[in-house]
């Protein structure tokens, strides 16, 4: 009439336990083509942006600062505001080129 433990225990099987990390294997698929793969494309994108930047480029800051680049050295750029004042910005806080300027002809 009723079922013993190890009966009722028996009943699972290897089936089940790898039917229950499915949904997990389903929503870690999920996550990684809607979530991880687009941002490391951003990543790679801006990455690419500010390795092509050059003296003359009119750029946004990631505080929203509009300015033109001045001189780029390894890490950081200077950039002026404004005639007069410039400022000195870690390359990867600059967050976009809104012109860029042509490279001379050598």
């Known amino acids: 009439m009723f079922a013993?433990?190890?009966?009722?225990?028996?009943?699972?099987g290897a089936?089940?336990?790898?039917?229950?990390?499915v949904p997990l294997i389903l929503i870690f698929?999920?996550?990684y083509?809607?979530?991880?793969?687009?941002?490391?494309?951003?990543?790679?994108e801006?990455?690419?942006m500010v390795e092509a930047l050059r003296r003359g480029d009119q750029v946004v800051t990631a505080g929203g600062l509009l300015g033109k680049v001045v001189k780029v050295d390894e890490g950081?750029?200077?950039?002026?505001?404004?005639e007069?004042?410039?400022?000195?910005v870690i390359k990867s806080t600059i967050a976009q080129v809104?012109?860029?300027t042509e490279p001379a002809d050598a």
């Open 76 to 82: 950081e750029a200077t950039v002026e505001l404004a």
């Open 15 to 21: 089936g089940g336990a790898f039917a229950s990390f």
């Open 4 to 12: 013993t433990p190890a009966y009722a225990q028996a009943a699972g």
């Open 46 to 48: 801006h990455q690419k």
């Open 33 to 44: 083509f809607l979530l991880i793969r687009p941002q490391q494309k951003k990543v790679k």
């Open 29 to 31: 698929a999920i996550m």
């Open 84 to 88: 007069g004042v410039k400022v000195r």
């Open 98 to 100: 809104r012109s860029k």
